[in-house]
Nanobody, 119 residues
């Protein structure tokens, strides 16, 4: 079984910063792509950023220049550094990972962490 556990969410003022972490654990042989999605109330879940095992990154236009995704393959952990936060960044943030175990390959999701940007 594979688990993804997120941390680092919270309440921050506009213009502030937060760093999210997501650690994968379990019977993992290899993790391919990892990423972050978010879902605001009444809206669909949307991609924020993703990163390959080799470190290539992809960002949604609405976070380019403000957010940075990174990963530590030795720790099976992905990070999201969020700077210059705006109220419209308020959402539940979910991490995801494409994981290969001994028996199969599947996409896994974390439980989500709330980010609230408000004065």
């Amino acid at each position: 079984q594979v688990q993804l556990v997120e941390s680092g969410g919270g309440l921050v003022q506009p213009g502030g910063s937060l760093r999210l972490s997501c650690a994968a654990s379990g019977s993992i042989l290899r993790i391919n792509d990892m990423g972050w999605y978010r879902q605001a109330p009444g809206k669909e879940r949307e991609l924020v950023a993703d990163i390959t095992s080799g470190g290539s990154t992809n960002y949604a236009d609405f976070v380019k220049g403000r957010f940075t995704i990174s990963r530590d393959n030795a720790k099976n952990t992905v990070y999201l550094q969020m700077n210059s936060l705006k109220p419209e960044d308020t959402a539940v943030y979910y991490c995801t990972a494409d994981v290969r175990t001994i028996h199969y390959r599947a996409d896994y999701w974390g439980q989500g962490t709330q980010v609230t940007v408000s004065s």
